[in-house]
């Protein structure tokens, strides 16, 4: 039988009495991978408020400048507003938007700044519309939903390159 007290108006305590181990408590697990940061200015592109509140807070912990598009529209007119100067660093390109997609986005952006460096992003596998996407040269994938340290790798990775 556990052990109580009981006070009336003041409640019950209940001891609870357990064996023992002889078990060693296992080492502390540390996450696996490095967080990478950047002082790139990056042009996140989604249709989603909330990926585009959370996704800003993220890379702007990562130490990048964020500048938001609500969709496809809003990116083109965003890039447009950047001429004759360069474009972002980088663009993370929703892949799924309603009105103008990530494909066509995608193309746009590219006549704009053939050199534009994106990073695509969807809820959806790599197979089907986001290949057909790389194929064209877009500089690579990222799968939602991402951690923190997958996002800073693949921009490093991206931004990284050439």
């Keep these: 039988m556990t052990p109580s007290t009981s006070h009336k108006g003041k409640g019950t305590t209940f001891f609870l009495y357990l064996p023992a181990s002889k078990e060693t408590i296992g080492e502390e697990v540390q996450p696996a991978g490095t967080i990478e940061t950047g002082k790139e200015t990056i042009l996140l592109v989604d249709d989603e408020e909330i990926i585009l ?53 995608y193309d746009r952006m590219k006549e704009l700044f053939p050199t534009i460096k994106v990073l695509l992003s969807s809820g959806y596998s790599i197979d089907g519309q986001a290949t057909e996407i790389l194929k064209r040269g877009c500089n690579g994938f990222i799968q939602k ?11 490093r990775e991206v931004v990284g390159e050439g």
């Design 53 to 105: 509140d959370v996704g800003e807070a993220l890379l702007t912990s990562l130490g990048y400048t964020v500048l938001i598009a609500h969709g496809g529209n809003e990116a083109i007119t965003i890039l447009r507003s950047s001429l004759p100067s360069s474009p972002p660093d980088l663009v993370i390109l929703d892949m799924i938007m309603p009105g103008m997609g990530g494909g066509e986005t």
């Design 145 to 155: 939903p991402f951690t923190l340290g997958e996002v800073s790798k693949a921009i």
